[in-house]
Nanobody
Framework: VQLQASGGGLVQAGGSLSLSCVASRNIVDFNRMGWYRQHPGKQRELVAGIISGVRTDYADSVKGRFTVSTDNAKNTVYLRMNSLKPEDTAVYYC?????????????????????WGQGTQVTVSS
């Protein structure tokens, strides 16, 4: 599976940006799709996630400002970011995960697999 993210850029504080992430196959098979971000020198953190195209969850820092959504026909997950702040500056990554049947050492089990996009830079100037 390949995830291709786009839409990052430079925007002034208070402005808006939309990110898109296109998957190379049907997204309805994924457990969850989401967006993470990584500030320089820090660990990657969850920004927003969406399950089955309906249930969403957000980091407290972006609630009320960011909206995650999907378009199954386009195999795409979006992140609409409003009222951007300088602290939103980071590299944003899209993410998807699914459960796959696996077989190892004579034993069948379910393995959770994660996929990541290449990251897109969002810079918010003050």
């Amino acid at each position: 599976v390949q995830l291709q993210a786009s839409g990052g850029g430079l925007v002034q504080a208070g402005g808006s940006l939309s990110l898109s992430c296109v998957a190379s196959r049907n997204i309805v098979d994924f457990n969850r799709m989401g967006w993470y971000r990584q500030h320089p020198g820090k660990q990657r953190e969850l920004v927003a996630g969406i399950i089955s195209g309906v249930r969403t969850d957000y980091a407290d820092s972006v609630k009320g400002r960011f909206t995650v959504s999907t378009d199954n026909a386009k195999n795409t997950v979006y992140l609409r970011m409003n009222s951007l702040k300088p602290e939103d500056t980071a590299v944003y990554y899209c993410n998807a995960d699914e459960d796959l049947d696996a077989y190892e050492n004579g034993r069948s089990y379910v393995k959770n697999v994660e996929y990541w996009g290449q990251g897109t830079q969002v810079t918010v100037s003050s």
